[in-house]
């Protein structure tokens, strides 16, 4: 068993941020439906409590280790081993305070566009946001599952309720990808399970050494589930529908947290716990991470729908980000971290955008805009913000990941850190013509008439821009949360499976 | 010849159930409020329930065995009468057939259920068996002035008669070769005579299987199962789609792991196919059916097939996943059919599919019972359906069975498009007409009960796990 940190804040932080909410939605319940406001302020206030409470985890953590930290362990179900074990690590811990604050802004975001079924609406937000922050902090591969799981019922509420015209459709298709992906990695839990002496205990697992079919084959099993989530290319074809149905706040929770589990998944278990199928299988997950680059910006050339545009975006930007992940070096692998974190802000922050803008005109349609910077130039300004961090612009976050990435991608391939370069001349196409078509060039009398963003709506995108500074500026704030994790996984993935059986080897000589 | 008196007390819940269910059945002649009647069967079961603790033993020369895992099955059936009463009280006044004899049958087809699960012998096993079987026969026609409940009696007769022949057929096949109809003599005599592979002992386990598969609704013996579950009473439905099931599956695992254990390499390549058409037929034309009854008749055929995954694994585990499937498959399941029976109303049957459009406009509570109780049929945590299935799973993997395990959970994806069909019509679609629905207090009590199962159990599964476990021996 290795080495952890247990909490020593005085309370269970990691199950507060993860039932407070929870907790939330079931006193929403109490709220009659016909109040409305109350119910909106208190799903506020509770979204805030939680940001702040997992402030000290921002402040508290130790840098300076790779091992485990804030870590609760209770006996869940002893008859099968399985605890409730929580924990964070470099990987995890900015995820965990991206979901915290992403929430607040999908609050601030909703406030008037939701007018039906309002209460069950903030019920569903804040239990997506416990089942998202639970996914990031658990450290047992069954409560893991539990919570990747738990969460797609809030979600296929959010787009399906709430969503756009088309949204029975975009729900049932992003439930089903995810459910047979998460399935089949259900089977392979099991077979991990049974095969390590029937323990769930992550970290315990990756210390361990599987016979090389065995981790073939999980790897595969793990792949369908996290590369559904990822979207990895030819799997994304959920996502641009889920994006472009769902309510901006289900679009924002999708670009920025939930799509990154997908990845988180490769980070935290694909790697460490099957390294030897991981490195073999590194071909064919940079072709698939090229593939999605290329094709991905390819297809928002071609997108009229500003939604979709921005979705196919996503699937090009995780494109980069599972390109990072399996370049398999340091700089790799925090480029692609960070980029994750970077893509939540910057995408989340364009959905985010567009609700505003859609809230005013009821259309997505990009020939219905036009000359919106002379209407809202307030807006548009902070719109060019975004676009030229999701460009990745020097200066703003999306340059340091994509940076990171194509030098870690360099070094593991040369032509993919070539091809994957081109992708980014690509996005610089398809979003400046975007913000072309839409601020720019006559004003669509559509538009005429619109106000500029009130003062809720600049609190909700005022975050995301000085994260988009402050990582751009000054990265190592947060680089520095995963070097030694990223170090220690690296470690783990180019040795693992090599001291295991030479030890075992060992004992089994001695033996005889 | 001297008589010795056998010893009794195993025997007792069966005794005391056998009083009770005629007290309430004679009951009727002089008590006029049926609701009365209704209490008194649920009084009855729970006061049955109390023996279970101390009847722990073998008696009748092990026709009669009383042990935890008997006695977990006949916590289910207990749990099964207590929910289907409960459900049934203004239900079956709605249909006009507010009658006293309907608890009468309940307890009497329960008292087989226990008979079953208590068997040792494989006429004592077939006792029971037709005890429940008849009763069940009648609350499937109980609403006689409507044809579908008609149909639904008769088909499930017919074809349940079909399957007492097979297992008649079976038994004496098994008595003809080893002179025994006792379970635990048949295992050593198959050992001890090495009639492992015997072509005629394979044949009558074969017949053995076709009459359980009948009892649990497995493919391809399921065909009377929509037509049965459509056209009975809806709370008779929900009755019969766990108390039966589970009885089966009480008989097929004393048989087949105890009885027919030294050839589970004949039995396992035979229900292995059956689990996977169970699986696969039952989840796929659930997606075509649209009226709620037939969809949940076969979403009920598929929980049987991933249930025979337990069943193949052999193991101890596996078995004890099977329990701990039906205990959670009956919360789940009559929770589902209790919100049913709640749509139907004076001169309205909804169950149709679409009768469930907007339904989280016009009765959000009610939807939102509904969704999780779908939601855990589908099987995703945090709910109780969720746990059940991981532990099915888990010890058919744990046998060998990976690649069994992999089809199960492909169907078992498949099947959330059907049951997100509902949630879809709930919450997703605007009611057409304001749909009323029937409350009342013991309905809501049943509600909750369920409710507080699926949720608990999804969420802290340990008791019934480690009760399941405990329970083998």
């Known amino acids: 068993m290795e080495q952890v940190m247990t909490n020593s804040l005085g309370f269970p932080i990691l199950s507060t941020l993860i039932f407070l909410p929870v907790a939330g939605a079931a006193l929403l319940l109490l709220i009659p439906r016909s ?46 081993n399985i605890n409730y074990s929580l924990g964070l690590d470099g990987i995890s811990i900015l995820f965990v305070l991206l979901s915290t ?252 955008s567009v609700g505003i803008i859609y809230d005013r005109t009821h259309t997505r349609q990009i020939a219905d805009y036009g000359g919106v910077a002379s209407v809202m130039p307030l807006y548009a300004s902070l719109f060019s913000v975004f676009t030229l961090a999701s460009i990745g612009l020097p200066s703003t976050n999306g340059f340091i990941g994509e940076f990171l990435i194509i030098l870690g991608g360099f070094t593991a391939n040369q032509w993919a850190g070539v091809l994957a370069a081109t992708g980014i001349i690509i996005g610089a196409g398809y979003m400046l013509w975007l913000y072309q078509r839409v601020f720019f060039m006559e004003t669509n009398p559509k538009v005429a008439a619109l106000h500029d963003m009130d003062m809720r709506e600049i609190i909700t995108l005022l975050p995301m821009v000085v994260l988009i500074f402050w990582i751009g500026i000054y990265p190592d704030t947060f680089l520095g949360f995963m070097h030694k994790s990223v170090e220690h996984l690296i470690d783990r993935v180019n040795t693992g499976g090599v001291h295991g059986p030479t030890i075992a080897r060992t004992i089994i000589g001695v033996m005889k | ?30 008590i006029k409020r049926k609701e009365t009647i209704a209490l008194l069967s649920i009084v009855s079961v729970v006061a049955v329930a109390f023996t279970f603790k101390d009847s722990l033993g073998i008696t009748f020369n092990g026709m009669f065995i009383s042990d935890g895992y008997s006695t977990f099955f006949k916590l289910i059936f207990v749990l099964n009468v207590i929910l289907t009463v409960l459900i049934s009280i203004k239900y079956i006044g709605i249909e006009k057939v507010n009658f006293g004899e309907y608890y009468g049958l309940i307890l009497f087809s329960t008292l087989g259920m226990m008979i079953m699960a208590s068997a040792g012998d494989l ?29 639904a009696a008769i088909k499930y007769f017919l074809l349940g008669a079909f399957a007492s022949a097979f297992l008649l057929y079976g038994t004496s096949l098994i008595y003809g070769l080893t002179g025994t109809t006792n379970l635990r003599a048949i295992a050593d005599y198959i050992t001890q005579h090495g009639l492992a592979g015997n072509p005629a002992l394979t044949l009558a ?188 799973f888990m010890s058919a993997i744990n046998a060998g069975y990976t690649w069994v395990v992999v089809i199960a959970v492909i169907f078992s994806a498949i099947s959330a498009y059907f049951y997100l069909r509902i949630v879809m019509y709930m919450y997703m679609k605007e009611p057409k007409e304001t749909v009323a629905i029937t409350t009342s207090p013991s309905m809501g009590l049943a509600l909750a009960i369920t409710l507080a199962g699926v949720i608990l159990i999804g969420v802290l599964p340990a008791p019934v796990v480690n009760l399941a476990r405990i329970a083998f021996p």
């Open chain 1, 35 to 80: 109040r409305e406001g109350l119910i909106r302020v208190f799903t506020l206030l509770i979204s805030v409590i939680t940001f702040i409470i997992s402030l000290p985890l921002f402040t508290q953590f130790d840098k300076s280790t790779h091992i485990m930290q804030f870590v609760e362990r209770r006996q869940w179900i002893p008859a099968w």
């Open chain 1, 101 to 352: 604050l992403v929430i607040i802004l999908c609050v601030l975001i909703s406030w008037n566009a939701i007018k039906t079924k309002t209460k069950e609406f903030y019920i569903a937000l804040l239990i997506v946001e416990g089942a998202m922050i639970g996914v990031f902090c658990a450290l047992d591969f069954f409560l893991f599952y539990i919570f990747w799981e738990a969460m797609l019922i809030p979600m296929y509420l959010l787009i399906g309720v709430w969503g756009g015209p088309n949204r029975v459709y975009a729900a049932v298709k992003f439930f089903l990808y995810t459910l047979v992906g998460s399935v089949l990695m259900l089977v392979g839990i099991i077979v991990l399970y049974l095969y390590s002496g029937k323990t769930f205990d992550i970290i315990e697992l990756s210390n361990r050494v599987y016979p090389y079919g065995m981790q073939l084959w999980l790897f595969w099993a793990f792949f369908a589930a996290f590369a559904v989530k990822v979207p990895m290319f030819p799997v994304h074809t959920w996502l641009p529908d889920a994006h472009t149905e769902a309510p901006t706040a289900g679009s924002v929770i999708l670009a920025a947290v939930l799509i990154k589990m997908g990845a988180y998944g490769f980070l935290r278990f694909s790697l460490p716990i099957l390294p030897e199928a991981s490195r073999a299988m590194t071909p064919a997950m940079m072709v698939l991470s090229v593939v999605a680059i290329i094709y991905g910006g390819v297809i928002c050339l071609a997108q009229t729908d500003l939604k979709r545009l921005i979705a196919y975006s996503s699937v090009s930007h995780m494109g980069f980000v599972t390109l990072g992940i399996f370049a398999l070096n340091i700089q790799g692998l925090e480029g692609g971290i960070l980029q994750m974190v970077n893509h939540g802000i910057v995408t989340g922050a364009l959905f985010l």
């Open chain 2, 1 to 30: 010849m001297q008589f010795m008196m056998p010893d009794l007390s195993p025997l007792r819940p069966e005794i005391i159930m056998t009083v009770l269910s005629m007290a309430v059945l004679l009951s009727d002649l002089v």
């Open chain 2, 123 to 151: 006429i004592v096993l077939y006792l029971g068996l037709e005890l429940m079987a008849l009763s069940t026969y009648i609350l499937a026609g109980f609403i006689r002035y409507d044809v579908k409940s008609n149909e």
């Open chain 2, 205 to 392: 386990m074969v017949f053995l299987v076709v009459a359980f598969s009948f009892k649990i609704a497995a493919v391809p013996f399921h065909m009377w199962t929509p037509d049965a579950y459509e056209g009975a009473p809806t709370s008779i439905t929900a009755f019969m789609s766990v108390g039966p099931k589970a009885a089966g599956f009480a008989v097929m695992g004393r048989v087949l792991l105890y009885a027919l254990y030294p050839i589970k390499p004949q039995w396992t390549p035979v229900l292995i196919p059956i689990a996977i058409l169970t699986m696969g037929v039952g989840n796929i034309v659930a997606i075509s059916q649209t009226n709620i009854k037939r969809m949940l008749a076969y979403s009920s055929i598929a929980h049987a097939g991933y249930a025979l995954l337990g069943i193949i694994a052999g193991t101890a585990d596996g078995l004890a996943s099977v329990m701990n499937y039906m205990m959670i498959y009956a919360f789940m399941n009559i929770g589902a059919f209790a919100v049913i029976i709640m749509l139907r109303t004076e001169g309205f049957k909804g169950d149709n599919i679409t009768d469930y459009e907007g339904l989280s406009k016009t009765h959000p509570l009610i939807a939102a019972f509904m969704l999780v109780f779908m939601f855990s049929l589908t099987g995703i945590p945090p709910t109780a359906g969720f746990m059940g299935k991981f532990y099915l």
